[in-house]
């Protein structure tokens, strides 16, 4: 009994993974974009996916704890190993497992984006505001430093 609701648990996360893979993927792309209404939809479906990620785990770790065991991949294998349906729920958690895998991977991809993109929007500030700009040529030449900030209007 508790490995068929353990399998389901497991199937049951698989599809809001890849839903969240696939949004992770298109977040990829409107951060590039900087597409920022794609993005907003993109985050409130996320933080849904998540919130229904989390519970269900939380559904699979206190099943799993019940049972005395871990509630991790050991506890996972524990439960197969006495049950008829054993090699199936091993390959469905190989299955959640990897679309978790490519899911974290996605995600410090546009964690890395998202810094960069802070970076390049803080120096375009810092040379608006006219402090730490780089040394701009005149009419003659000559580079001329800009030591006074100036007010964006002025710019």
Request: glycine share 8%; aromatic share 0%; proline share 3%.
């Amino acid at each position: 009994m508790h490995d068929t609701t353990l399998l389901q648990l497991i199937e049951d996360d698989i599809a809001p993974t890849q839903e969240l893979l696939d949004l992770l993927q298109k977040e990829t792309v409107a951060l590039h974009g900087r597409d920022m209404q794609v993005l907003e939809t993109i985050l409130a479906r996320k933080q849904s996916l998540i919130v229904l990620l989390e519970q269900q785990g939380m559904r699979r770790n206190h099943l799993l704890n019940g049972l005395g065991l871990s509630a991790d991949r050991a506890g996972v294998q524990a439960v197969a190993a006495q049950s008829v349906n054993g090699e199936i729920i091993l390959q469905q958690l190989d299955v959640l497992t990897g679309l978790m895998d490519a899911c974290q991977k996605v995600n410090e991809t546009n964690g890395r984006v998202i810094q960069v993109q802070q970076h390049a929007t803080a120096n375009q500030i810092r040379i608006l505001m006219g402090g730490d700009s780089p040394s701009l040529y005149d009419s003659r030449g000559t580079t001329s430093p800009m030591d006074k900030p100036r007010a964006i209007s002025q710019v």
